[in-house]
Structure formats: C-alpha cells, structure tokens
C-alpha cells in the first residue's frame, strides 16, 4: 500500500526567504506520480508541482521546485521567495502507476504554511 | 476555460436525513475523483469515475455512493448521515487515467447536526 508522511504539522517562514517542506513516501510500486497541492483557507486545493517517477530532472514550476530523490523516497518541496499569499496548508500525494486504470491519490496529512512580514 | 464546479457550496442537514452532491468537471475531461476531507482523517479517498464507470472505491461504508454521467458531471449520495460525515467533500478531474494533473473543485461543506 502506498503512504505519504509529512512530518512538519507547521512550518513559519520569513517574507523573501526559501522553504522546503518535507515529503517522504513508501510504495512498492517502481512507477508512480508525486504532486504537491495547496490549499488556502477557502478549501480548494490547487496543484502545485508533479514530478513521476522516472523523471530524471527535478521539476520546476515558478517559485516552486520539487527535491526528488527516488532512493530515500523523498519528495520536498522548496519554495523560494515566500510570499504572504502562500500562507496556506500543503498537501503531498502519490498516484498509482500509470495504466494502473486509477487515478486515486494518497495525500500525506499537510503542512501548514506560515508566511510571516 | 471553466475550473471545476461543485454545488452546493454549503450544506446542513440532520442525522439521519440524505444529502446530494454534485461536481461539474471541466471541459473534456472525463474522469472524476471524490474525496473527504476531515481535521481527524485527512484527505481521504471515496470514489472515481471515468465514462459513467466506477473505477475505484475507498474503504466507506455502503451510504456513500456515486454516479457519473454521459456528460461526465458526477453526484455523489450520503444516506442515513451521521455526525461524522461532517467534512468538505472534494471533486477533482482529470482528462483520463495517466494524465498527471488532477484539478479539483471548491469543495462543498456539508455540516451534520
């Protein structure tokens, strides 16, 4: 079975300054997808980053950059330049292989994100 | 091009009562997941659609259901509500299997009195 652990429940960050959050993964499977969501106060949670499993580049997205690395299963996600709008939770999940006819996620328990002036 | 849409927004029923929800993917796409989300359990899985079929199912008890139609919309049915079904329900869509990117909805917030 696939699980996500995140293991900061909160996370505080200066105005201008980088953060990584932290995501680790457990799964048998040797193709997979990794996402980060975010999700303000209002509730909906919008996609971040993706990386899959046999990216050889670690994704990038804006602000937003994702640190794969496949032998310690872990997925963080690195934030540079924090902004006080991205003071939200953060959500790491994990897609079954691709072909595997599912598109369900296993997200972790989230992070909250604090972005302080 | 519209995001997905979630009606209603909120909800509030009693024990007992039943409850509808309905998630609009966007355009195109075909397939849609459902989640709970609670400040104990987290985002937890309940179903996903593709082309009207159910392709998966979380571990909930029969009085949550689902169905898709030929327009790809969804609605989602808790019977017999409880306390704890209290949560944000989330939809989410994606064109079809093995496209990585899941968009969800604003979620409807259902309160069980």
């Known amino acids: 079975a696939q699980k996500i652990t995140q293991t900061q429940p909160g996370m505080f960050v200066q105005e201008k300054e980088a953060v990584t959050l932290d995501c680790t993964y457990d799964?048998?499977?040797?193709?997979?997808?990794l996402f980060w969501y975010k999700q303000p106060s209002s509730g909906e949670m919008i996609f971040l980053i993706y990386q899959g499993s046999y990216d050889e580049q670690n994704a990038t997205e804006g602000r937003y950059s994702l640190n794969f690395q496949k032998a310690r299963k872990s997925a963080n996600l690195v934030i540079s330049a924090s902004q006080l709008g991205d003071s939200a939770m953060y959500f790491c999940?994990?897609?079954?292989?691709?072909?595997?006819?599912?598109?369900?996620?296993?997200f972790g328990k989230g992070t909250k994100l604090t972005v302080n002036p | 091009k519209a995001g997905v849409t979630q009606t209603p927004r909120y909800l509030i029923k009693t024990r007992g009562q039943q409850v509808t929800l309905s998630c609009s993917p966007i355009?195109?796409?075909?397939?849609v997941s459902w989640y709970q989300q609670t400040p104990g359990q987290g985002l937890q899985f309940l179903f996903e659609?593709?082309?009207?079929?159910?392709?998966n199912k979380g571990n909930f008890p029969g009085r949550f259901s689902g169905r898709q139609f030929s327009n790809s919309r969804s609605e989602m049915n808790v019977s017999t509500l409880e306390l704890g079904d209290s949560a944000l329900y989330l939809c989410?869509?994606?064109?079809?299997?093995?496209?990585?990117?899941?968009?969800f909805g604003p979620g409807t917030r259902l309160t069980v009195l």
């Open positions: 799964t048998s499977d040797q193709s997979y997808g």
């Open positions: 659609y593709f082309s009207e079929t159910q392709r």
């Open positions: 989410a869509s994606s064109l079809a299997a093995g496209f990585h990117e899941q968009f």
């Open positions: 999940a994990m897609r079954p292989p691709h072909g595997g006819g599912s598109e369900k996620l296993v």
């Open positions: 355009s195109g796409h075909r397939s």
